[in-house]
């Protein structure tokens, strides 16, 4: 299906667009199609969430696959099938979890489409749900629970550099913890500081060695699998809903991000294309890993996951093994950091992408000194994915409920406008889209069970059904949305 064009792609209003100045295309870069010198290998780049002009956009929908399997080449997934198994599930029920819950970056590829028409971030995208200025505490959120999962990446990162160190002869205590997190951030910092073209560039580079080496892991672990059900095994109705809780955490950690990394494609590429790619690359890494995960969680004891499973693989293989964690861990933080950046310029701070970068990175570091040194790093863990879901699956729920209505048709003009436009409603705030998604968190909150709290309504459902956030907040957006002008006319 070809995308039509859209009426407008100009740009931003002052005081909403990247601090830093745009610049003329340059001489055609090698690979990167024509015109685009704020977008190039290597070199900061110059865009924030102003619309990207025509002449500056190249790429292909494939480029989208690379992105999405090589970020999501993360023991995250690993742990999170490990808790599968830990939760009381059976194997099988267990690996029926973790591709079922797959099938959410589905949801992360279509969105995407939205970047390639208006040319700019998904959180500038969700101001048509929620009003331009009621777009604003969605994105403070979005931002605070993207560094925390930022942090998450970093602190597994951390443990497995720490780990390598000890294997190659220094137990160097706390000072080795700390070595290993100016690595790992430095890494991550870098290469998100430079931008688009370097992050799409970094995710297939390091899509290709991850695969390879957690390709190896596979087959070193999943061979020992033991499909028995333990004796604690239960297959509840509650475990499942545990364990569904964690799987999906992650594609819908994805779902305010998307078209950050769509909008410089070009305007012909078709929503089918997207998708499928888009899906195609997160679940074929996140389903593998989830898999080991599972596997591994049969044969060895994984209260420390990679501890855990580097006790099942080869000794040589070892340190490899470490390596590859700590290169997940980096991959998928590029992602996160990179989209914080230009969540900042969302909120309407004015501050250029790279300022924001900087930002982030320091608030990541304090964070994840915070984890790295207090407390318990799976109730942390789980504690953390409960809180994301709570805030992010009943936003994902009212902006894919507006996507779906709008049929992905924006005034890109528009979402920049704040003083006007058709994004401003009532006084810049969308009335459906703020009760709905607040009606969406409160149900989230009171079905929620996690380390932090119970939600008042887990003992009724016997389970936890956070994630029907999502149904309760779009479903509840339609009704309320559904008579008004831009969507009775279509």
Request: charge should be negative.
């Amino acid at each position: 299906m070809t995308l039509p064009r859209t009426d407008s792609t100009s740009g931003a209003a002052s005081g909403d667009a990247s601090a830093a100045p745009r610049t003329t295309p340059a001489a055609d870069p090698p690979g990167f199609g024509r015109g685009v010198a704020s977008d190039e290998l290597f070199q900061v780049e110059t865009r924030g969430i102003d619309p990207i002009p025509d002449d500056e956009r190249h790429g292909s929908a494939k480029d989208v696959f690379w992105l999405w399997f090589g970020s999501n080449l993360s023991f995250t997934f690993v742990i999170n099938g490990t808790l599968a198994v830990m939760f009381g599930l059976s194997f099988w029920a267990a690996i029926a979890v973790v591709v079922v819950t797959g099938l959410s970056f589905f949801a992360v590829g279509a969105l995407g489409l939205a970047g390639v028409r208006t040319g700019t971030a998904t959180l500038v995208i969700s101001r048509a749900a929620f009003g331009v200025h009621g777009n604003f505490p969605a994105g403070l959120l979005n931002w605070v629970v993207g560094i925390g999962y930022t942090i998450l990446n970093t602190v597994v990162g951390t443990f497995a550099l720490e780990g390598l160190f000890a294997k190659l002869g220094w137990a160097g205590g706390d000072l080795a913890r700390v070595v290993a997190l100016a690595i790992t951030l430095s890494l991550t910092f870098a290469v998100a500081m430079w931008g688009h073209a370097t992050v799409q560039a970094a995710e297939r580079w390091m899509a290709y060695v991850l695969g390879i080496g957690f390709g190896l892991l596979i087959l070193f672990v999943v061979p020992g699998l033991e499909t028995g059900a333990a004796p604690e095994t239960s297959n509840s109705f509650h475990a499942i809903s545990l364990a569904v809780l964690v799987l999906v955490a992650g594609p819908i950690s994805y779902l305010p991000m998307p078209s950050d990394y769509t909008r410089y494609l070009p305007r012909d590429t078709s929503l089918r294309s997207i998708t499928l790619w888009g899906a195609a690359g997160g679940m074929l890494s996140s389903v593998l890993l989830g898999v080991v995960g599972v596997a591994a969680a049969t044969q060895a004891d994984m209260t420390d996951p990679v501890a855990g499973v580097a006790d099942l693989v080869p000794n040589w293989f070892e340190a490899l093994f470490l390596l590859l964690v700590v290169g997940g861990s980096i991959t998928n933080s590029i992602l996160t950091l990179y989209s914080s950046s230009l969540n900042l310029q969302v909120l309407g701070i004015p501050w250029s992408r790279s300022k924001g970068i900087l930002v982030s990175t320091a608030c990541i570091l304090v964070g994840s000194l915070w984890a790295l040194f207090n407390g318990n790093f799976t109730d942390n863990l789980t504690s953390f994915l409960s809180v994301l879901v709570v805030v992010f699956a009943p936003w994902g729920g009212v902006f894919i409920a507006d996507t779906l209505m709008r049929r992905c048709r924006y005034d890109a003009d528009g979402l920049h406008d704040l003083r006007g436009g058709a994004y401003r409603y009532r006084g810049g705030f969308h009335p459906a889209g703020m009760i709905a998604l607040a009606a969406g968190i409160v149900f989230a909150c009171l079905t929620a069970e996690s380390a932090l709290w119970t939600g008042a309504l887990v003992e009724t459902f016997d389970g936890d059904f956070t994630l029907l956030g999502a149904v309760v907040s779009g479903g509840l957006y339609w009704l309320l949305a559904r008579r008004e002008p831009q969507f009775a006319e279509r």
